[in-house]
C-alpha cells in the first residue's frame, strides 16, 4: 500500500503547479497541496470523500477534535461548518489530498441496486474518519493514473471507477453515515433536503418552521436533528452561509465590504462587520488582505 500512495502523490503533483487548490480534467476531483502548517481557518466541507496522501489536519467539527493524515480518509456527508488546520507540512513533503465530491443521485442508485442496508446508530456522525483498505486505495490509484491518460480516456473510464470508490465507501466502516444520509424518508436525509433549501435561499429571511414542514418534520424534530447533522442551529447555518459568499464576493475583488453585505442579505453593514468579524477573527478588510496574500 505504502507504493500506492507514493505513486498517486507523484501523479497528481506533476499536474499542479504548486501549493493550492485545483480542479482536475476529471470531473468532481480536486487536489490540495500546502507546504506549512496553517492557522485554523473556518470553511464548509461539502458531500466529499478526502484521500490523505501525505501530512496531516486537524478539524474541529462542532465540539470535537478530528485528526487525519495519510493512511486514511475522511467522508462529509453533506456540507458541514467546520475550522481546520494543516498541522503538518514542509515543501519536501507538502500536504496532500485527493478530493472526489460525492454525487447523491449515483449512491441513491446504488443503494437500490445493491440493496445495502443499515442499522441507525444515534452516534454516527456527519463528518467521519477511517483507515483507507486496499482496495479502496487501489481504486483511488487507477483514478489518478488517468489524469495522465487523454479526455475521451478520462471520459470513458472516470465515472467507472468513480462508481466503484461509491461502492468501496458504502461497504466500508463510514458507508453507515452515506445510507442515511442518501436514504429518502431518514432524518437524515431529510435535514439534507433542508441545507439544500436553505443554500438556495440563503440571502432571504426564512421562516425555519416552514422549512420544517417543507420536509415533514415537527419544528422541535427538524432543530434536534438539524444540530446533530451540522452541529449547529439552522439560523447559525444559514449565518455562515452568508458570511462565506460575502468572503468568497470580496476575495473575487469585484466587491467591497458594504455592496458584499447587501448581495448576501444584510440590511446594515455594521451588522455585518461585526458578525463577520467574530466568525472569522478580524475585520473584513483586514481578513480579505491577510487572505489574498
Not at 478520462?154 to 466502516?173: A, F
Given at each position: 500500500m505504502e507504493y500506492k500512495y507514493k505513486a498517486i502523490r507523484d501523479i497528481i503533483l506533476k499536474h499542479i503547479p504548486g501549493v493550492g487548490n485545483y480542479e482536475t480534467s476529471i470531473k468532481g476531483l480536486r487536489i490540495v497541496r500546502r507546504n506549512n502548517p496553517t492557522d485554523f481557518l473556518r470553511c464548509f466541507y461539502t458531500p466529499s470523500c478526502i484521500l490523505v496522501l501525505q501530512g496531516v489536519k486537524h478539524m474541529l467539527y462542532g465540539e470535537e477534535n478530528l485528526i487525519y493524515s495519510k493512511g486514511q480518509y475522511v467522508v462529509s456527508c453533506t456540507d458541514i461548518p467546520v475550522s481546520s488546520r494543516v498541522v503538518e507540512a514542509t515543501e519536501n513533503e507538502p500536504f496532500v489530498v485527493l478530493i472526489l465530491e460525492l454525487d447523491s443521485s449515483i449512491i441513491s442508485g446504488l443503494l437500490l441496486e445493491t440493496k445495502l442496508t443499515r442499522t441507525i446508530d444515534s452516534n454516527d456522525k456527519s463528518i467521519a474518519i477511517a483507515n483507507t483498505d486496499e482496495e479502496l486505495l487501489d481504486a483511488f490509484y487507477r483514478l489518478a493514473q488517468l489524469l495522465d491518460k487523454n479526455v475521451s480516456e478520462?471520459?470513458?473510464?472516470?465515472?467507472?471507477?468513480?462508481?466503484?470508490?461509491?461502492?468501496?465507501?458504502?461497504?466500508?466502516?463510514l458507508g453507515n453515515q452515506l445510507c442515511l444520509i442518501n436514504?429518502?424518508?431518514?432524518?437524515?436525509?431529510?435535514?439534507?433536503?433542508?441545507?439544500?433549501?436553505?443554500?438556495?435561499?440563503?440571502?432571504?429571511?426564512?421562516?425555519?418552521?416552514?422549512?420544517?414542514?417543507?420536509?415533514?418534520?415537527?419544528?422541535?424534530?427538524?432543530y434536534r436533528n438539524f444540530k446533530k447533522v451540522t452541529q449547529v442551529s439552522p439560523l447559525q447555518y444559514q449565518k455562515q452561509l452568508k458570511l462565506y459568499e460575502a468572503q468568497r464576493l470580496m476575495l473575487s475583488g469585484e466587491h467591497n465590504a458594504e455592496s458584499a453585505s447587501y448581495i448576501v442579505g444584510y440590511e446594515s453593514p455594521t451588522q455585518f462587520s461585526r458578525e463577520y468579524k467574530k466568525m472569522f477573527g478580524n475585520p473584513p478588510k483586514t481578513d480579505i488582505k491577510k487572505l489574498a496574500v
Open positions: 478520462q471520459r470513458i473510464l472516470s465515472p467507472i471507477i468513480i462508481k466503484e470508490i461509491y461502492y468501496r465507501l458504502l461497504v466500508g466502516p436514504t429518502k424518508g431518514t432524518s437524515s436525509n431529510q435535514i439534507v433536503q433542508a441545507i439544500s433549501f436553505i443554500k438556495d435561499k440563503y440571502s432571504e429571511k426564512l421562516n425555519m418552521d416552514k422549512i420544517a414542514k417543507s420536509v415533514n418534520m415537527a419544528p422541535s424534530s427538524f
